[in-house]
């Protein structure tokens, strides 16, 4: 049974409410903040805060701050007026209090469904958008290539037919029995000549002693389509690069379903959806859909890294630990697309091990994550009091 908090504090202006709740000792990372325009709920074991707000609030324009050993919230009102009271007349009333709670989840779930499709919509237009505007550059890069190269063929052309419009005016001018003999070297640059222009072949009505000297070299700039890892040529991964899009091609070619089973056979769309369970606080249900999702497609890491996210808030470290190992064995091999994704899954289960006393591991798992987001304060900081931890237990 929890224990309602009580000793709050809460003041109002005509457009905004400002609530402070106390942790009582609690992390602030245990607790759990879930709200609507509505209501209001912040569970923190054993401790339960719940209100139901006198009037709506606006969701975008609220905000809410956990430190310093409380919850701090300012919500903005949808109405410029003063209540006189935080709660909502139905407090006394439990049936209507239980009902209003599956009103408002229902509600935020169908609100977070919706979003989540409207994303994967738009991520699917960006990705359609992108594959065209690709292949328009590698259209328009071959079209160069095979411009230059017409060019090339066109002035070689236009300079045979001056050669041999030359000739014809030397012949003219020149008495076929004065025609002078033709050295052994000259022969034998002719006969180089004929090797070298095989365009020329053809034309038999030009003797060989009449064939033109090589032309001279060209130039053709190619301009190659850009690689997938943008890496200087000395630090190249290129094998563990193409290893890796190779899986994860793979993965992506594991779909299952029709639009009328979207919700039941499609890996992706299950993971969009247990993402909004977890969003609305409903953890076991989050990891009913990311396991659905495994079922039909066990390639794709991020269905277990999100599903240990989930055995973390409901303190299962054990199992938090195998998937999150299970995550870090298909995001190899290690390539900087997959840094950020490797360091969040160091984390939780460096935060698992934590839980469970085994500093030790944590400790290397936090290391591991700050080495591939070294940018991260966050993790230096936690890096500190972990090695702290371990002072204290020798």
């Known amino acids: ?133 690709q292949m328009q550059l590698e259209e328009e ?12 063929r066109d002035k070689a052309m236009e300079e045979l037919e001056e050669w041999k419009q030359h000739k014809q005016e030397e012949t003219k001018t020149t008495s076929i029995t004065n025609k002078p003999t ?57 094998k563990e690069e193409q290893e890796w899009l190779a899986k994860m091609a793979a ?15 499609n890996p992706m769309l299950l993971k969009d959806k247990a993402c909004g369970f977890f969003k609305a606080g409903d953890y076991e249900a989050a990891i009913n859909a990311f396991s659905q999702a495994i079922s039909l497609n066990p390639m794709l890491p991020v269905l277990y890294s999100n599903r240990a996210a989930c055995y973390l808030k409901l303190n299962d470290n054990e199992k938090c630990i195998q998937d999150a190992t299970r995550a870090l064995e298909l995001l190899y091999p290690v390539v900087p697309s997959n840094h950020i994704q490797r360091a969040k899954v160091f984390v939780r289960r460096g935060t698992a091990y934590a839980n469970i006393g085994n500093h030790g591991l944590a400790l290397q798992d936090y290391e591991a994550a700050e080495k591939l987001d070294p940018d991260n304060t966050q993790l230096q900081t936690d890096i500190v009091q972990i090695r702290n931890l371990i002072s204290c237990d020798s």
């Open 182 to 238: 033709i050295q052994p070297a000259q022969l034998k640059q002719q006969q180089n000549s004929k090797l070298s222009h095989n365009m020329w072949q053809d034309n038999k009505d030009i003797p060989d002693s009449q064939r033109p000297a090589p032309r001279s070299g060209g130039k053709i700039t190619v301009n190659f389509t850009p690689r997938y890892f943008p890496t200087a040529a000395r630090e190249s991964t290129e």
């Open 141 to 152: 890069a071959h079209s160069k290539i095979e411009k230059e190269k017409q060019d090339e």
């Open 1 to 133: 049974m929890p224990v309602l908090v009580k000793d709050y504090t809460w003041s109002e202006t005509d457009t905004e409410v400002l609530i402070t709740v106390p942790l009582k000792g609690v992390k602030p990372s245990k607790a759990d903040i879930f709200s609507s325009e509505d209501y209001v709920k912040i569970n923190y074991t054993p401790y339960l805060f719940e209100v139901f707000l006198y009037a709506p609030v606006v969701e975008e324009e609220s905000s809410i701050r956990v430190g310093n050993g409380v919850v701090e919230m300012r919500l903005c009102k949808k109405e410029k007026v003063i209540w006189g009271q935080l709660e909502s007349n139905i407090k006394m009333d439990k049936e209507e209090m239980r009902r209003k709670r599956e009103d408002v989840v229902k509600a935020v779930q169908e609100k977070m469904e919706q979003e989540q499709m409207e994303r994967a919509t738009k991520k699917r237009e960006a990705e359609k958008l992108a594959i065209k505007q």
């Open 251 to 265: 993965a992506r070619k594991i779909q299952a379903g029709t639009p009328s089973e979207i919700n039941k056979n």
